[in-house]
């Protein structure tokens, strides 16, 4: 899978699933501009993303492509706490 494409769809998967898991009470729906790749990379034909939108519910996803099976995978993170640590001097 090109790159672009792989990218593309991610954008369109995380767009989905958070429509389909934002409170429906909230009367929301996100769109394409609202889902951004924050990293990407390709290795032989596999791909992976880390993706996130503009609403701020704390969520990161990850999309792996497995190119010999032809799967995507999507894991749904949420994040709970970024605290700095100091190390050293």
């Known amino acids: 899978m090109k790159n672009n494409d792989f990218e593309k769809l991610c954008k369109e998967i995380v767009r989905d699933y958070s429509n389909e898991h934002?409170?429906?009470?909230d009367d929301?729906?996100?769109t394409l501009d609202d889902v951004y790749i924050?990293?990407?990379?390709?290795?032989?034909q596999n791909n992976k993303a880390m993706v996130s939108t503009t609403i701020s519910d704390g969520m990161y996803y990850?999309?792996?492509y497995n190119?010999?099976?032809k799967e995507l995978y999507l894991d749904a993170y949420k994040k709970w706490e970024n605290k700095?640590?100091?190390v050293g001097e």
Do not use: H, P, R
């Open 67 to 69: 190119g010999d099976k």
């Open 28 to 30: 929301v729906k996100i």
């Open 22 to 25: 934002l409170d429906k009470t």
């Open 62 to 64: 990850e999309l792996t």
């Open 84 to 86: 700095a640590i100091k």
């Open 38 to 44: 924050v990293w990407s990379c390709k290795t032989l």
